[in-house]
Each structure stands twice: as C-alpha cells, then as structure tokens.
C-alpha cells in the first residue's frame, strides 16, 4: 500500500496549509551531537570558523548563532572552553530562574570564541576538526551541537545535493522519509504510525545544510476535532515543535534522527519500478558543469573545466551509466546498484588523467580521490571534482 493511500483524507487536507506554514519559518541550523539524549525541541545552533579555512600557526574565531526555544539562554554570555587536540568544546550557559513566562519565547542569540595560534600545537590539519558546542543546565550538558571542518582544503563549505524523492530504512519498515531540497534548504516529511492507537502520522521539518550536516525545527500539527468536510482552520490547530538532524553520509545514504539523537537512523534511496528509458534515483546527476582541481598537499597544480551531457546506459554491462563532456575529452563512467553502493571512473585518454571514487566519497557536489596520471615522472595528486558555482576556500591562497 503506498503512502497516500494509508493516510486518511483529513492528513490529505493538511498538506498545503503545512507546507505554507514551514517556509515562512526556514532557519539556521547545524548538526545536533548524536551521542547525546535530550532535545533542543525546536532550538537551532550553527557553527562556523573565521576565517573559512584557519592558516596553521594563526589565530581564528568560532562563530556560533542560533534560535533558543525561550529567553533564558541570553541571561548569560559567558563561554567556557576546551581544547582536545582535534576537539574543541564550547559551552554556554542559561538559568530558568531569571526567565520572565511573559518574555519567554524564540530567542536568537551569537556567541563567539578566539582560539590562539598555540592551540595548533594539537592540531593536526591533515585531519577533520570537530567543535562541539553545548548549552549548559545545573550539573548537565543538555543540548549539545557539533560540526567537522576539513583543515586542508575548505570542503566543509561545500553543501550536499541529496535533491528529492523517497527514502526508506530497513530499520522501520512501512514507514519512509519525503525529501524535497532546492539549493542548500531542505524540508523533510517523516512519515510514520503512531504506537498508541495506529493513527498515521506526518511530521515535518526544514533547515539549511551547512557542509554535509544540518539540525532543524520539527512541527507535528495536530487537527482537533475534525470535520471531513472541512478545511482546517488555524484555531483548530495543535502546534508542537521539535528537533531533527540530518548526517549526509553520500548522495544516496543519510542518517536522520527525529526528537532523541538515540532515535539516529540510516535511510536509503526508494527505487519505483522503471520504464526501459528510465535512469534510477540512485544513479548522481553529474550532468553540467564541474571543475577538476589538482593539488599537491594545498598547492593547486592544474585544474579544468568540464561539462557533461545527461547520463546515458553505458556498454560495460548491467548497472554502469556513462557522462560524456561536450567537448568530447571527458568521460565518467559510474556503476550504481538499486541500494545506491557504486563507484565512479573519471578519465581522459589524451592527457592521461584517471581519477576513481565511490559513491561514499560523494555529496553530490564534490569528490576528493587520488588524480592518478600515466606519467612516471609525475607523483599522484589529490583530485577534487567540485560542481560549478561553488568555491573552495583553500583557492584563496593560490
């Protein structure tokens, strides 16, 4: 049984008047640390560095801003910190005690953090740097974000393109994820069953992906006595907020949890039957323009501009789908199964270019593999194959 077809027509009438209600209130958000047990219900924290790629040796800034869900996080503007070599902990704190009820309420709040030059002492930039953000209550860390940032080229500034459709997980079968994202906006639709009485359920998020992570606002809208002829109507409406994250693991994988980061689960692509002429969902739009960086460590090398064509059905066999470039020099070959696993061959014969990559070193806006080149003189570089109108902080340095 589809998912339209389950639901009964009251949970249809909602559709239109919840998703108007949703983009009028799209916010900033990071990802929320999956090791905890408490939600934000409905706050939001994003995470950031100044500069977007930290020089080693110089000092830079931790920015963070957000949404608290009530006054009390302004009450204090202190920061704690710590460094742990590749973890850089921040804390913040709020007390209940000085909230007013009639001032209480969505506050937005910045915080803002100088980390030393010394402290890349224990840093190494070869690997991620994770900072950790938290908010904290009497005697515990109750709601806790954090973000990774690629030390060596900027990449965590390069946001994912998941795009639209189905996802399912083979941890809640029956039960599915509606993703529609336009640019780095995301809004999700968890469908599901409520456990007490069976009634079908829709809770709806929306956040702004910033690198490969976001954390976002929930609304579950209840109708109160409803009329099957009827319209809803705002006063006959039960609001409640809460917190989702989403982790994109590669274009065709990402980790969602709704309320509780324990309730962490992964999700899949949905493949529909296909018409002979049909691509899967699974098989990564490449078609457009892209840029092809080479780097030696952080120095650019050469780079190239490539555009291709829409996929086609390749001749190496069952399940490989080939991008050509207009100008006939390129050529990507993919091998994609119906779970969204696969890997990506990107060469060109004359310059001698092969650059190979699975699917889990790709967002759907980069990938970072080895360049390899037939030349002996020549040693292996880093290739990264970034699609057109996004930028890499690292160039900032050539």
């Not at 840093?123 to 908010?135: A, N, T």
């Not at 994820?177 to 009634?199: A, M, P, S």
């Not at 409640?240 to 992964?266: A, C, M, R, W």
Request: charge should be negative; aromatic fraction near 14%.
């Amino acid at each position: 049984m589809s998912f339209l077809k389950s639901l009964k027509p009251k949970y249809l009438q909602l559709s239109v008047f919840l998703t108007a209600t949703l983009f009028s209130q799209i916010i900033s958000a990071t990802q929320m640390d999956l090791q905890w047990t408490f939600a934000s219900q409905g706050s939001t924290a994003f995470i950031s560095l100044d500069p977007p790629l930290p020089r080693r040796g110089e000092p830079f800034t931790i920015e963070i801003s957000g949404t608290w869900n009530s006054c009390w996080i302004d009450r204090y503007e202190d920061v704690d910190v710590s460094f742990h070599g590749q973890y850089i902990n921040v804390r913040t704190f709020y007390s209940q005690d000085v909230c007013l009820d009639e001032i209480s309420g969505p506050t937005p709040f910045t915080r803002s953090v100088a980390v030393p030059g010394s402290a890349w002492e224990d840093i190494d930039e070869k690997k991620p740097l994770r900072v950790g953000f938290s908010v904290w209550y009497p005697f515990v860390d109750a709601y806790n974000w954090s973000r990774e940032f690629d030390l060596s080229w900027g990449l965590h500034e390069i946001p994912p393109q998941i795009g639209q459709g189905h996802w399912i997980s083979d941890e809640r079968p029956f039960q599915g994820l509606n993703v529609e994202q336009q640019g780095d906006t995301v809004l999700v639709y968890d469908l599901t069953y409520r456990g007490d009485d069976g009634e079908p359920s829709w809770l709806m998020g929306h956040a702004r992906f910033y690198g490969d992570v976001t954390h976002g606002v929930t609304h579950h809208v209840s109708w109160l006595n409803p009329s099957y002829n009827d319209q809803p109507k705002e006063d006959e409406m039960s609001f409640t907020e809460g917190s989702f994250g989403i982790e994109v693991v590669d274009v065709n994988q990402i980790k969602v949890f709704f309320k509780y980061p324990y309730d962490t689960l992964t999700y899949k692509r949905y493949v529909f039957r296909l018409d002979d002429n049909q691509l899967p969902v699974v098989v990564p739009n490449m078609a457009g323009k892209w840029n092809l960086y080479a780097f030696d460590n952080q120095n650019l090398e050469a780079s190239f501009l490539i555009e291709f064509r829409a996929a086609t059905r390749s001749d190496r066999g069952l399940g490989w789908y080939r991008f050509e470039s207009l100008d006939d020099q390129w050529v990507l070959e993919c091998w994609v199964n119906l779970d969204g696993v696969g890997t990506c061959i990107l060469t060109n014969e004359d310059l001698g270019i092969t650059m190979s990559y699975t699917l889990l070193d790709f967002n759907g806006n980069y990938a970072n593999a080895p360049l390899l080149t037939t030349k002996p003189e020549e040693t292996t570089q880093t290739g990264i194959l970034l699609r057109a109108g996004f930028h890499l902080p690292v160039l900032d340095f050539q």
